[in-house]
């Protein structure tokens, strides 16, 4: 489903992100990927949805190279990922229904084809209740539980999340992750980036430990 070969990424200014990754991800399975801050987590995601591109290497899903996809057809790419981030990014002004459907809408979903979606999203994350509430109104753990729904909304076959337990109490962190093991479940590949070693642990889940750039771990070769 999701492989690296040889990747490396040096941004603008000389800073190394990633060096010589190798790693590859089977279609439904879910993994952690760990390291101390900077060590490339979020730039290795960003990669799998294109928000930036390799310097070096090859970062292939379904065996289509990403360095080959032209711009003009990053967005149909993207309709197979749902991507989490930790500072949620919803919008303001508009419900949380507002919030889960723009992904919909963007895609050319009418708005009467996406509501049935949209309330599934949410049914499955347990805020059916909230969908006319602003995100404002919201707890932290329910404003990340929105963007979680609209990560899944249009059934992606890979799921991203960006630290998304990272503002979270433990208990809110592990109803967040018990959300992830769902949608793996139903054959969702799922990635999540997060640096919170005691949670992952008791995932019982791959772990991928990322150091300076460097994959410096892979549980799933320890065991093997």
Known sequence: MIRFDQVSKRYDGGHQALQTVNLALAAGEMAFLTGHSGAGKTTLLRL??????????????????????????????????????????????????????????ISGFSPRDSAGRVRAALDKVGLLHKENALPITLSGGEQQRVGIARAVVAKPAILLADEPTGNLDPALSQEIMDLFVQFNQVGVTVLIASHDLDLISRMGKRMLTLDKGQLVADSARVTQ
């Open 48 to 105: 799998i949805a294109l928000l930036e591109r390799t310097s070096q290497g090859q970062v292939l899903i379904d065996g289509h190279n990403l360095a080959r996809v032209k711009k003009r057809h990053i967005p149909y790419l993207r309709r197979q990922i749902g991507i989490i981030f930790q500072d949620h990014r919803l919008l303001a002004d508009r419900s949380v229904f507002d919030n889960v459907a723009f992904p919909l809408l």
